[in-house]
């Protein structure tokens, strides 16, 4: 049986979480990327200059991270009765290919909303390939008549 835990990342961990990404990346077809090497220094450099706002949880299969969900929380603005609010964005949702279908992307959400529940937060929202809305369906997000975007930039 193998050994599944989802928690927190380590900053050990965070090069296993940059290579991560670079899959994701790659998976979906993103070229021009750069050195690998370079990608994964700036990303863990950036992930521990993001501590406060960018939580990553991580899925770790027998010692090895196969999985991340980051949780980018960000701070509203007070009300009378609420002088502390909060909301947050999943982002970055990842499980390998070989670990899929299996339930774990599903845990890993969970996991990370479990957090949000307990920071506080009001709301969490995702912004979702069509091919992953039934996941996060299941998971409990559904469409809002009230959220709106704008593209300002390219990502």
Do not use: K
Request: proline share 6%.
């Amino acid at each position: 049986m193998d050994d599944i835990s989802i928690r927190p990342a380590r900053p050990a961990e965070l090069a296993a979480v940059a290579a991560l990404r670079w899959e994701w990346l790659v998976e979906n077809g993103s070229e021009d990327l750069g050195e690998r090497e370079d990608f994964v220094r700036h990303f863990v450099a950036w992930a521990a200059e993001n501590a406060g706002s960018h939580r990553c949880t991580v899925l770790v299969r027998d010692d090895r991270v196969i999985g991340m969900a980051w949780l980018a929380v960000v701070q509203r603005v007070p009300t009378p009765r609420a002088p502390r609010r909060a909301s947050g964005d999943l982002q970055c949702v990842y499980v390998v290919p070989g670990a899929r279908d299996g339930g774990l992307g599903g845990r890993l959400v969970q996991a990370v909303l479990d957090g949000a529940r307990e920071l506080g937060l009001e709301r969490v929202t995702v912004h979702s390939s069509p091919r992953a809305i039934p996941a996060y369906a299941r998971n409990g997000f559904r469409e809002s008549p009230r959220l709106l975007q704008a593209q300002v930039a390219r990502a």
